[in-house]
């Protein structure tokens, strides 16, 4: 049977892909940043968690066409998604980023750089990994049991309006407090709302949330 020429080409820009071997270079990292990643058949979700103990919580629903695909091209979606809406003051240089994944697919193909079976989850894989190169950043990817996933909640939940990203953070937030623990040393977040001074206080090999406490301001005029 004939090939058409386009098909052809693909062909054989995927078979010199799978061949190839990626070798990042970066420099030494100097910040960690723990990222959660995951996918449904709603949408896509992440929570970007900084040293200092910020919480970013990023997602959005997939388009009809998108949620028709096979969940490892969702989830690998929902990777690529996440590099790209990560801002440029995180992924920079001299940042190492721990993605913590529930798929192992992704994962797998993810640490070798191609995939030799699926040529969709190898465009989308190459597209991420072509982002974080250009960033000069390190990273690895990590398995996570779906049940630990706080990504999970964002991919699930409409993200579209101020309210409803402030209820996903919120539900993000309680998820990390309930799985939080460990003997690190305990980061503080602090975020001022007038009358009252709330801050949090972090720790644990996650970077989670014990408590939060809310104190009041005295203004001295």
Request: glycine share 6%.
């Amino acid at each position: 049977a004939l090939v058409p020429p386009s098909v052809s080409e693909q062909l054989k820009e995927w078979s010199e892909l799978v061949k190839n071997e990626r070798v990042f270079t970066t420099v030494s990292a100097s910040s960690e940043v723990e990222v959660f990643v995951d996918a449904s058949k709603k949408g896509w979700g992440s929570v970007v968690i900084e040293e200092c103990g910020s919480i970013q919580v990023m997602g959005d629903a997939w388009s009809k066409e998108e949620a028709l695909c096979h969940i490892n091209i969702l989830e690998a979606r929902a990777w690529e998604m996440t590099v790209r809406k990560i801002p440029k003051k995180i992924l920079r240089a001299g940042t190492h980023l721990t993605f913590n994944i529930d798929n192992t697919s992704v994962i797998g193909v993810g640490n070798k750089g191609h995939c030799a079976k699926s040529f969709l989850l190898n465009e989308c894989i190459l597209r991420t990994l072509n982002c974080l190169e250009e960033a000069h950043v390190s990273f690895s990817l990590k398995y996570v049991k779906s049940a630990d996933n706080v990504a999970d909640i964002p991919s699930r939940l409409k993200m579209e309006t101020t309210q409803e990203r402030q209820e996903a953070e919120l539900e993000v937030r309680r998820f990390l407090d309930l799985r939080g623990g460990g003997a690190s040393v305990p980061l503080i977040s602090v975020e001022l709302f007038f009358p009252f001074i709330s801050f949090s206080t972090w720790g644990g090999t996650d970077h989670s949330p014990h408590r939060e406490y809310s104190l009041p301001v005295v203004v001295f005029l």
